[in-house]
């Protein structure tokens, strides 16, 4: 799969990908993340990527979800998702006005002259090496996702055994006074 | 907490805090604490424990035929009243059999709270016996569901179903309880308001209308030259047929009230057009149509009132009120968005113009608008034509004799099909909640459950179900429930053999290929003796001269219930009628009426 991206901007490489982020504050309780995906479901939209984790606040969970919709069924099915007993409050983030991390990690088959090349162009994106067998190497790496996919896509033409992303986190930039307050 | 103002409820019993009780008891107390004075149900396994203290409750309890009667009971319960019906089953199949009024009663916003019975918490995920993963299954059909595990927490559980039911835009809620939970004990609390809300923090409905909206709505009530109200079920759900009413004798604006509003204003005020959409008549149609304004009140600019969205009222601007903030904008982007409750916005706007005129503001001309509009009205009004001697009755003739010999205040509960057009056309609705009807999801088999559960709640109205010979056959068992219950209700069954309404899209739409919707009704089954063997007493009409006195003979009787089987003409079609997807300029109008169509421009 050969894949063209234009540097320096955050949009995905598939070609037409709208992507858009919510980041979906929930109560942590049974059935919320089946709530909360049903609705894509019966609208017949796919989720991108997707990912849970208790948040801040006790009792509480953060849902970050990535989504390729135009923005009028987005604004819906965000007031639907709003209306959900179980939701505390939803923020469409701006890929610009947002920071965004995610991890992989993969096993690449790796013998030889591989190896080395490998472990330079794991130095190169900053990740990391966790484990090495005869035949294979294990990386993780952890960046803007857009990092990763060039990452994933360098690592294609060795040969991916296994791979995993987390999908993508993200929150809302700083503004300017706001940094300015933590640095004081 | 922000109740919506109902039919009162009973007064709430008193019990020891701290006093040691089943779950099953817990259960059954919650529920009188909520003021529930009848609730429509069917035991077995899982929720037999339920059961037991029941019989120590001043509760009613309905037993019913079918679970899906239940929940349809538990919906008429709730139209007429407004109170939260509660439907209890066990669980696996009877969970199942509740889906279908769970949908439609979330599809027409009806505060419903249902009671499920589970498999035991250990059991739960091993394919048990009657397990079926309820909360799974009515996830998409409540607006809230929960499975609880501990008896301690069912006083909660059941206090937020009634909350989340009732506030807000109402909806059906379903508690699904484990066995085990209901045969263990807890110690007996009743959480306050407090508690409540604080348990659900993400649940906060807003009520009133944001100030600069509503200044921006009056102003533009005020500067309209041909202004509609559409009005919609939110203002029966929010009680405000009085503030509407108020509303239309401020402005003296034309009200149109949808399938689901029928009743929320008076059919005979001159104001009032009728019912718009697919089956609206012409005037009310079209001045949707050719309205500078539309004041959209609890409406949600359904499929079956916009026709084709892009032609639908093309010069109007639209003020949405609506309680549900995804409405807005949903289907037709609206120029004034008012999130809150119909009843309070309408009184904010009516202040608002109150004070806009004695600033001196003047309304703009609408009589040019208004001679437009009773121009229609003369023009073409509801018509069909009475049938030939010895021809079948005409199903229409039939709804006009029924209103008219109706006492007051009579209520109207339709099953889903031709007959339940002609019954909301040819009804004439004056008082609010006289009207029950499945709207949004179209059930068929809607009526006789709903009107047991309306005469449940109303024991001396008049309850009228009218109902199809299709529909009939899919409920009509619940005539035993009504029998033995002493709930005495009255069927007028529109029998014409046909799924008329499935028949009359194939002879106008598949050139009169009639496939699978002839039912021979007329042959099979007997009518008269099928509700004769449920107690009934039964009637059947062929004659015009008969149908009155057949139904001053069903009016007049009140110690069981009546079945008036209506042999009708079966090739008669609903007029007007816009076709599915058509621009509403394009309605069909009746054919006597048809030629004359170019005086609606
Ligand atoms: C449960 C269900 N199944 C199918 C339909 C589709 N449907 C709509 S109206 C109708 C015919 C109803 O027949 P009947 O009760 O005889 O009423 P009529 O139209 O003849 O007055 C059908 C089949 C429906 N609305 N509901
Ligand atoms: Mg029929």
Same mark, same amino acid.
């Given at each position: 799969?050969?894949?063209?991206?234009?540097?320096?901007?955050?949009?995905?490489?598939?070609?037409?990908?709208?992507?858009?982020?919510?980041?979906?504050?929930?109560?942590?309780?049974?059935?919320?993340?089946?709530?909360?995906?049903?609705?894509?479901?019966?609208?017949?939209?796919?989720?991108?990527?997707?990912?849970?984790?208790?948040?801040?606040?006790?009792?509480?969970?953060?849902?970050?979800?990535?989504?390729?919709?135009?923005?009028?069924?987005?604004?819906?099915?965000?007031?639907?998702?709003?209306?959900?007993?179980?939701?505390?409050?939803?923020?469409?983030?701006?890929?610009?006005?947002?920071?965004?991390?995610?991890?992989?990690?993969?096993?690449?088959?790796?013998?030889?002259?591989?190896?080395?090349?490998?472990?330079?162009?794991?130095?190169?994106?900053?990740?990391?090496?966790?484990?090495?067998?005869?035949?294979?190497?294990?990386?993780?790496?952890?960046?803007?996702?857009?990092?990763?996919?060039?990452?994933?896509?360098?690592?294609?033409?060795?040969?991916?055994?296994?791979?995993?992303?987390?999908?993508?986190?993200?929150?809302?930039?700083?503004?300017?006074?706001?940094?300015?307050?933590?640095?004081? | 907490?922000?109740?919506?103002?109902?039919?009162?409820?009973?007064?709430?019993?008193?019990?020891?805090?701290?006093?040691?009780?089943?779950?099953?008891?817990?259960?059954?107390?919650?529920?009188?604490?909520?003021?529930?004075?009848?609730?429509?149900?069917?035991?077995?396994?899982?929720?037999?424990?339920?059961?037991?203290?029941?019989?120590?409750?001043?509760?009613?309890?309905?037993?019913?035929?079918?679970?899906?009667?239940?929940?349809?009971?538990?919906?008429?319960?709730?139209?007429?009243?407004?109170?939260?019906?509660?439907?209890?089953?066990?669980?696996?199949?009877?969970?199942?059999?509740?889906?279908?009024?769970?949908?439609?009663?979330?599809?027409?916003?009806?505060?419903?709270?249902?009671?499920?019975?589970?498999?035991?918490?250990?059991?739960?995920?091993?394919?048990?016996?009657?397990?079926?993963?309820?909360?799974?299954?009515?996830?998409?059909?409540?607006?809230?569901?929960?499975?609880?595990?501990?008896?301690?927490?069912?006083?909660?559980?059941?206090?937020?179903?009634?909350?989340?039911?009732?506030?807000?835009?109402?909806?059906?809620?379903?508690?699904?309880?484990?066995?085990?939970?209901?045969?263990?004990?807890?110690?007996?609390?009743?959480?306050?308001?407090?508690?409540?809300?604080?348990?659900?923090?993400?649940?906060?409905?807003?009520?009133?209308?944001?100030?600069?909206?509503?200044?921006?709505?009056?102003?533009?009530?005020?500067?309209?030259?041909?202004?509609?109200?559409?009005?919609?079920?939110?203002?029966?759900?929010?009680?405000?047929?009085?503030?509407? %009413? $108020? #509303? +239309?004798?401020?402005?003296? &604006?034309?009200?149109?009230?949808? !399938?689901? @509003?029928? =009743?929320?204003?008076?059919? /005979?005020?001159?104001?009032?057009?009728?019912?718009?959409?697919?089956?609206?008549?012409?005037?009310?149609?079209?001045?949707?149509?050719?309205?500078?304004?539309?004041?959209?009140?609890?409406?949600?600019?359904?499929?079956?009132?916009?026709?084709?969205?892009?032609?639908?009222?093309?010069?109007?601007?639209?003020?949405?009120?609506?309680?549900?903030?995804?409405?807005?904008?949903?289907?037709?982007?609206?120029?004034?968005?008012?999130?809150?409750? %119909? $009843? #309070? +916005?309408?009184?904010?706007? &009516?202040?608002?113009?109150?004070? !806009?005129? @004695?600033? =001196?503001?003047?309304?703009? /001309?609408?009589?040019?608008?208004?001679?437009?509009?009773?121009?229609?009205?003369?023009?073409?009004?509801?018509?069909?034509?009475?049938?030939?001697?010895?021809?079948?009755?005409?199903?229409?003739?039939?709804?006009?004799?029924?209103?008219?010999?109706?006492?007051?205040?009579?209520?109207?509960?339709?099953?889903?099909?031709?007959?339940?057009?002609?019954?909301?056309?040819?009804?004439?609705?004056?008082?609010?909640?006289?009207?029950?009807?499945?709207?949004? #999801?179209?059930?068929?088999?809607?009526?006789?459950?709903?009107?047991?559960?309306?005469?449940?709640?109303?024991?001396?109205?008049?309850?009228?179900?009218?109902?199809?010979?299709?529909?009939?056959?899919?409920?009509?068992?619940?005539?035993?429930?009504?029998?033995?219950?002493?709930?005495?209700?009255?069927?007028?069954?529109?029998?014409?053999?046909?799924?008329?309404?499935?028949?009359?899209?194939?002879?106008?739409?598949?050139?009169?290929?009639?496939?699978?919707?002839?039912?021979?009704?007329?042959?099979?089954?007997?009518?008269?003796?099928?509700?004769?063997?449920?107690?009934?007493?039964?009637?059947?009409?062929?004659?015009?001269?008969?149908?009155?006195?057949?139904?001053?003979?069903?009016?007049?009787?009140?110690?069981?219930?009546?079945?008036?089987?209506?042999?009708?003409?079966?090739?008669?079609?609903?007029?007007?009628?816009?076709?599915?997807?058509?621009?509403?300029?394009?309605?069909?109008?009746?054919?006597?009426?048809?030629?004359?169509?170019?005086?609606?421009?």
């Amino acid at each position: 799969m050969s894949r063209v991206r234009d540097y320096g901007t955050n949009t995905y490489p598939q070609n037409g990908f709208n992507h858009h982020i919510l980041s979906v504050l929930v109560q942590n309780r049974p059935g919320v993340l089946a709530r909360v995906s049903g609705l894509f479901a019966r609208r017949g939209y796919n989720i991108f990527s997707l990912a849970v984790a208790p948040a801040e606040q006790e009792g509480m969970s953060r849902i970050t979800i990535v989504v390729d919709l135009d923005s009028a069924p987005l604004e819906q099915i965000t007031k639907q998702l709003f209306k959900l007993i179980d939701v505390i409050k939803i923020s469409e983030l701006d890929p610009a006005q947002s920071v965004e991390r995610e991890l992989m990690i993969a096993t690449v088959k790796a013998n030889g002259a591989l190896r080395v090349e490998l472990q330079t162009l794991t130095q190169i994106f900053e990740g990391k090496i966790l484990a090495v067998s005869e035949d294979n190497l294990t990386l993780s790496i952890e960046g803007h996702p857009d990092k990763l996919d060039d990452f994933e896509e360098l690592l294609d033409s060795h040969g991916i055994v296994e791979l995993q992303r987390t999908g993508r986190v993200a929150l809302p930039k700083l503004d300017r006074s706001s940094r300015l307050r933590v640095a004081n | 907490m922000t109740e919506q103002s109902t039919d009162t409820p009973a007064a709430a019993p008193q019990y020891v805090e701290g006093e040691r009780i089943t779950g099953a008891q817990a259960l059954i107390r919650s529920l009188e604490m909520e003021g529930v004075d009848t609730m429509f149900g069917y035991p077995g396994g899982c929720i037999l424990p339920a059961y037991d203290p029941m019989l120590d409750s001043p509760i009613r309890h309905v037993l019913v035929r079918h679970e899906q009667g239940a929940g349809h009971m538990a919906e008429g319960y709730a139209h007429v009243t407004g109170r939260p019906g509660v439907a209890m089953v066990t669980s696996g199949p009877a969970a199942t059999n509740l889906v279908t009024p769970l949908m439609d009663a979330f599809m027409d916003s009806i505060p419903m709270v249902a009671i499920t019975g589970q498999v035991p918490t250990a059991a739960i995920g091993s394919d048990a016996f009657q397990e079926c993963d309820t909360v799974g299954i009515t996830r998409s059909c409540t607006k809230h569901n929960e499975l609880v595990m501990t008896s301690q927490g069912l006083p909660m559980a059941i206090r937020q179903a009634f909350h989340i039911a009732t506030t807000g835009r109402p909806g059906p809620t379903l508690v699904d309880v484990p066995k085990d939970v209901l045969v263990s004990e807890m110690e007996w609390y009743w959480p306050t308001d407090e508690e409540v809300l604080a348990s659900l923090p993400g649940y906060r409905p807003n009520m009133k209308g944001h100030p600069r909206m509503i200044k921006e709505a009056a102003k533009l009530i005020l500067d309209s030259e041909r202004p509609v109200i559409y009005a919609g079920g939110g203002i029966l759900k929010a009680r405000a047929a009085e503030a509407l %009413a $108020r #509303l +239309v004798e401020l402005t003296g &604006i034309h009200v149109v009230t949808t !399938l689901m @509003a029928r =009743g929320a204003f008076p059919d /005979d005020h001159e104001l009032n057009l009728g019912m718009p959409g697919m089956h609206g008549n012409a005037t009310a149609v079209t001045a949707m149509q050719r309205a500078d304004l539309l004041v959209a009140l609890g409406s949600r600019f359904d499929d079956r009132i916009t026709g084709k969205v892009d032609a639908f009222a093309p010069q109007a601007k639209v003020i949405h009120v609506d309680i549900d903030p995804a409405e807005q904008g949903k289907v037709r982007k609206p120029d004034v968005p008012i999130v809150g409750d %119909a $009843r #309070l +916005v309408i009184e904010e706007i &009516i202040d608002e113009i109150k004070s !806009l005129r @004695a600033a =001196g503001v003047t309304q703009a /001309d609408t009589r040019a608008w208004k001679s437009k509009v009773s121009g229609w009205q003369e023009q073409f009004p509801m018509t069909y034509q009475q049938s030939q001697p010895g021809a079948a009755l005409k199903p229409q003739y039939c709804i006009e004799q029924l209103r008219d010999l109706a006492p007051d205040k009579t209520i109207v509960a339709s099953g889903v099909g031709q007959h339940q057009m002609f019954a909301s056309q040819y009804w004439h609705f004056n008082d609010p909640y006289t009207w029950v009807n499945s709207g949004g #999801l179209g059930t068929m088999g809607f009526s006789i459950p709903a009107a047991i559960g309306a005469k449940a709640a109303m024991p001396d109205r008049t309850v009228w179900a009218i109902d199809g010979d299709g529909c009939f056959q899919m409920t009509a068992q619940e005539l035993v429930t009504a029998t033995l219950e002493g709930l005495p209700i009255k069927v007028a069954l529109l029998n014409n053999s046909y799924l008329g309404m499935v028949r009359q899209w194939q002879e106008m739409f598949y050139d009169e290929r009639y496939s699978s919707v002839f039912l021979d009704s007329a042959a099979l089954p007997d009518f008269v003796m099928m509700a004769e063997s449920m107690g009934c007493a039964a009637i059947r009409v062929e004659s015009p001269e008969e149908v009155g006195p057949a139904i001053e003979k069903a009016n007049s009787i009140n110690d069981r219930p009546v079945v008036v089987e209506f042999r009708t003409e079966a090739a008669e079609g609903v007029f007007p009628m816009v076709p599915a997807g058509a621009s509403n300029d394009d309605v069909i109008l009746h054919p006597t009426q048809q030629d004359r169509k170019g005086g609606l421009a």
